[in-house]
């Protein structure tokens, strides 16, 4: 009997800094009941192996078992899938599923999806959300931006994709870096609708 999550989504975790960001976006998709297809660039092992503390193995199924067993998903919950595994369904738009979210996303990943280079199944992936016309969110950490990374968050903005900074707020008064990336978790969330506890919204005791 299959599991009945609450939806799939596909995570690529790229080489900005800012891994914090992805693994913590991870573990509260997997709190969420869904099922999360996730795609790790090279340069993304190296920034985790060199933030935080993670041990994060080099192939995919055993990155796959690790997290699996790092955030207590269920069997299957999390779906690891290597650069050039065409046939995983995040490659097709008959398979992928309805979001997607690049988190941190670096600068050259915003420009090869804006370009629709697609040499990489993160590349690829991004390249389905947007011909399917799919909800894509990309999480750049960057800065300063030029002229070139502003123009390519521009054109795909133009396409209805979601740009999100890594650019915390300050005005909860954050005692902690997990504090901040927390921040940022709770705006992916809410753009995704996902129930979220991490941050209250704005305003939110007048709605009560």
Not at 61 to 75: F, K, M, T, V
Request: glycine share 6%; aromatic share 6%.
């Amino acid at each position: 009997m299959s599991t009945e999550y609450s939806g799939r989504i596909t995570l690529a975790i790229t080489g900005a800094s800012g891994a914090q960001y992805g693994l913590r976006l991870l573990e509260c998709l997997v709190k969420a009941n869904y099922q999360v297809m996730v795609l790790i660039s090279k340069a993304a092992q190296v920034v985790i192996a060199t933030e935080t503390d993670e041990k994060m193995p080099g192939t995919p199924d055993a990155q796959q078992s690790y997290l699996q067993q790092r955030y207590a998903a269920q069997e299957g919950q999390i779906r690891v899938f290597g650069r050039e595994q065409w046939m995983s369904p995040v490659a097709s738009g008959s398979g992928a599923p309805a979001a997607m979210v690049v988190c941190p996303c670096s600068t050259g990943t915003l420009s090869a999806i804006a370009t629709g280079a697609s040499n990489n199944l993160i590349e690829r992936a991004a390249d389905v959300a947007l011909k399917e016309r799919r909800q894509l969110i990309l999480v750049p950490r960057e800065a300063p931006l030029s002229t070139i990374h502003l123009e390519n968050m521009l054109s795909l903005s133009r396409q209805g994709v979601v740009i999100l900074p890594a650019a915390p707020g300050f005005y909860h008064k954050p005692e902690r870096i997990e504090d901040m990336i927390d921040f940022v978790v709770a705006r992916i969330l809410n753009q995704l609708k996902i129930d979220q506890t991490l941050m209250p919204r704005w305003g939110e005791e007048y709605l009560q």
